[in-house]
């Protein structure tokens, strides 16, 4: 009786360690979930962020010097700088002028494009550079792994990236005239080297006029069946842009390829994040009336808000007297939003997690929202990401001037970090609960690289590979006798997807 109560309390115990790590800072990440980073003495500002898959953590931004510079900082999983990586883990860029990166995309060979805008004497334009996987400049891509697209008498400022599954590369932001204020969606692609693709729009930019008005792109993303999708704002208003695979809109959605809404009794609106599902668009942002909110919207992909989310189709969510979404992310059934939220002069991260109709998470941070503050001054946050074990990344930037680069790690067990590709139907665990040893059939353990066994902290207890003498091709056999009563988890990687089980000890 007495060993049963033992274990019924361990049980419990990892059951309430479990709970209470929901929506809390990774204390094994950083410096008690937080790092700061000071790339030369400068300004410098993180303003996207890619996981790679061996669990490395790159941030792209720019560092000021006498004139801006493309940053990359590439960081161990545990937030340290990775020492492999350029100069001590960070890579500066320069163009000869100033230039700022504003997005990052990871090929599957391992390489990184940055995409931004560099001022090009008279304009700015849009640039792009390629990094080979250590850091070091890509000399097959563009001019030695830098491209530069200019607009002929228009400035053009890239804001996002996306890769085509054929490898060819959008950047999507806005252009401009230096004697109006009429901005409009500007769109480039690439050929896989940084050409042009000469297919795509007119010799391979597109440019989109909503009204005599200023027109921006935050974001875009590309549907399974390859049409863009590019969010921002026009006329105040929260604007969508669909454009088939050639560049010209697509007029099967919204009016004639473009949709606008105004958010309830708002002056101003607009999209900064965009995430697609398949049943619709979910874009994240800001509305003002007398202050600032973040502001979630949902559209069906004929262009037309989804009335069944949130109230009416929208979600508008007052976290401060000003507050805003930068970013979004949605995996399996959870959508994670990442912003600023200003109360009373004091600036910090936002990490807010909503089911698939709006319901916030309540069992995530406080009622659904998590606030983070990497510096005990100014914290604003330009992207987030969500790691295969459901634990969700912010950064951006922090301090007074000069600005730091700010990422701090969040601890998620509401997100199933299972890739959609994979069943775990195909994976029998047993028994479970066990109190000596686990089996694992699966017919996906015949490519398997590694299984790590966790505790409920993350922390890795035991790593099995191919050449582990237990694996007989289709069953792994674990061991469980040496560790405590409680919650444990396995993740199984074949090096393409990632699966997360969770097994109990009694």
């Keep these: 009786m007495m060993k049963r109560n033992i274990c019924l309390f361990f049980l419990l115990t990892a059951f309430a360690r479990l709970n209470a790590q929901n929506g809390v800072l990774d204390p094994s990440f950083g410096i008690n979930g937080s790092a700061v980073i000071d790339v030369g003495n400068s300004d410098n500002i993180s303003k996207s962020i890619a996981i790679q898959p061996d669990g490395k953590i790159l941030l792209a931004g720019y560092a000021s010097t006498s004139i801006n510079l493309f940053s990359l900082v590439r960081l161990n999983p545990d937030g340290s700088l990775d020492n492999s990586f350029g100069t001590n883990g960070i ?38 550079v390629r990094y080979n ?68 729009g007119t010799e391979g930019i597109v440019f989109t006029n909503f009204a005599i008005t200023t027109d921006w792109i935050n974001s875009v993303k590309l549907q399974s069946d390859g049409k863009i999708v590019a969010g921002g704002f026009s006329a105040n208003r929260m604007a969508l842009a669909r454009y088939l695979n050639n560049g010209s809109l697509d007029n099967t959605f919204g009016i004639n390829g473009m949709a606008t809404n105004l958010v309830s009794t708002a002056s101003q609106a607009g999209i ?47 976290l401060a007297k000003q507050d805003s979404y930068n970013d979004i992310r949605i995996k399996g059934d959870k959508i994670v939003v990442g912003g600023t939220a200003n109360s009373n002069g004091t600036f910090n991260f936002t990490v807010s997690q909503f089911d698939l109709d709006g319901d916030p998470v309540t069992s995530f941070g406080t009622n659904g929202v998590f606030l983070a503050s990497p510096s005990n001054l100014f914290n604003q946050l330009e992207a987030i990401a969500i790691q295969e074990d459901g634990n969700i990344l912010a950064t ?89 009563c409680g919650i444990y988890f396995l993740v199984v990687n074949n090096g393409k997807f990632s699966s997360t089980y969770k097994i109990v000890k009694k």
């Excluded at 599902?277 to 009336?289: N, P």
């Excluded at 001037?401 to 998620?412: E, K, T, W």
Aim: net charge negative; aromatic share 12%.
């Design 91 to 128: 890579v500066t860029t320069t163009f000869p002028f100033t230039s700022i990166a504003s997005s990052l995309v990871l090929q599957n060979d391992g390489k990184i494009i940055a995409g931004g805008h560099t001022w090009g004497g008279k304009y700015n334009e849009f640039a792009l």
């Design 133 to 200: 996987s250590d850091g070091s400049l890509d000399a097959t891509f563009g001019n030695f792994g830098l491209v530069t697209t200019s607009f002929l008498n228009k400035s053009g400022i890239g804001r996002s990236l996306v890769l085509q599954e054929d490898g060819k590369i959008i950047l999507a932001g806005r252009s401009y005239s230096d004697f109006n204020d009429f901005d409009d969606f500007a769109l480039a692609r690439y050929n896989s080297n940084g050409s042009l693709d000469t297919t795509f």
């Design 272 to 318: 900064n994040g965009l995430a697609l599902t398949k049943d619709g668009i979910y874009a994240c942002g800001f509305s003002i009336d007398s202050t600032s909110n973040s502001t979630l919207v949902k559209y069906d992909y004929d262009g037309n808000i989804s009335l069944g989310f949130g109230v009416n189709g929208i979600l508008i969510t007052n």
């Design 396 to 484: 951006g930037f922090c301090q007074d001037f000069p600005y730091d680069i700010g990422i701090v790690r969040v601890l998620s067990n509401t997100i199933l970090a299972v890739d959609g590709s994979h069943s775990k139907s195909e994976t029998i665990i047993y028994p479970n609960p066990s109190s000596d040893y686990i089996f694992i059939q699966s017919s996906s353990l015949r490519d398997f690289t590694e299984v790590n066994l966790l505790d409920t902290k993350g922390q890795v207890l035991l790593q099995m590979n191919r050449k582990d003498s237990k694996y007989t091709g289709s069953e792994l056999k674990i061991n469980l006798q040496i560790y405590p």
